[in-house]
């Protein structure tokens, strides 16, 4: 499955779209390997975050 393509305005179904996807990637990954799947993209994601605040300082 390809990566989703969103809308600018960020629908409902951007959404679902997302959720999709992501079921797509993780279906076949066992507890653990799905866990760390997760953890590292929140991890990335944190990350992201707190250089924009940094920035806005």
């Given amino acids: 499955m390809e990566k ?3 809308s600018p ?3 409902i ?3 679902h779209k997302l959720r999709e996807y992501n ?3 993780t279906k076949d990954m066992p507890p653990e390997e799905r866990r ?3 953890n590292e993209r ?3 994601f944190q990350r992201e975050i ?3 605040r ?3 300082v």
């Fill in 36 to 38: 760390n799947f997760y």
């Fill in 9 to 11: 305005n960020f629908t």
């Fill in 50 to 52: 707190e250089a924009g």
């Fill in 42 to 44: 929140g991890r990335a």
């Fill in 4 to 6: 989703p393509i969103l």
């Fill in 54 to 56: 940094l920035q806005k």
């Fill in 23 to 25: 079921y797509y990637l």
């Fill in 13 to 15: 179904e951007d959404i």
